[in-house]
């Protein structure tokens, strides 16, 4: 007979970091756990957003003057830094080098996966708030804009990492 428990597998993960190394473990724990069968929840929140804006690069996005510098100091997934080593801004596209070397998959691929297994991807609405932006600054794929009791209530039963 089959353990109710491996059907009721959740694993949700706050992204709260935007460096590189960081969300690269993010989604490479989404995607593994996405592809046995977990219930994944990945819960995007300030500078986590990085990896999930519609635009990749620096630009001016959000409401009010400092939003918008915030926005495009943080750049998109296309200019997150390693969290450490990062010279100069360089050592993240070595790093996908080196990945790509090793038949490791990359940032991008990993959230293309993400979104081909269809992780719930959410938003934290506070941040958004914060940083002046809305549901359409983000790619198409997230769920839902949410707050942190919609989170707990969400990632219930399940456990939760804090990246």
């Known amino acids: 007979m089959m353990n109710n428990l491996s059907e009721n597998k959740k694993l949700s993960i706050i992204c709260f970091s935007g460096d590189f190394d960081k969300l690269v473990a993010a989604f490479t724990l989404a995607t593994g756990a996405a592809a046995v069968n977990y219930e994944v929840n990945l819960f995007f929140t300030f500078w986590g957003l990085n990896a999930i804006k519609t635009r990749k690069g620096r630009h001016f996005t959000g409401k009010g003057v400092l939003a918008r510098i915030f926005n495009f100091l ?6 997150v830094p390693l969290s450490r ?6 050592s993240p596209k070595l790093m996908n080098s080196m990945m790509k070397k090793r038949n490791v998959a990359t940032l991008k691929e990993l959230v293309g996966a993400a979104i081909a297994l269809k992780i719930n991807m959410y938003t934290c609405e506070m941040s958004m708030n914060i940083l002046g932006m809305t549901l359409k600054d983000f790619i198409p794929e997230i769920k839902e804009v949410i707050g942190v009791s919609r989170f707990l209530e969400y990632s219930s039963g399940g456990e939760r990492i804090f990246i």
């Open 85 to 90: 080593l990062n010279i100069l801004g360089i």
């Open 74 to 79: 943080m750049g998109g997934i296309n200019n």
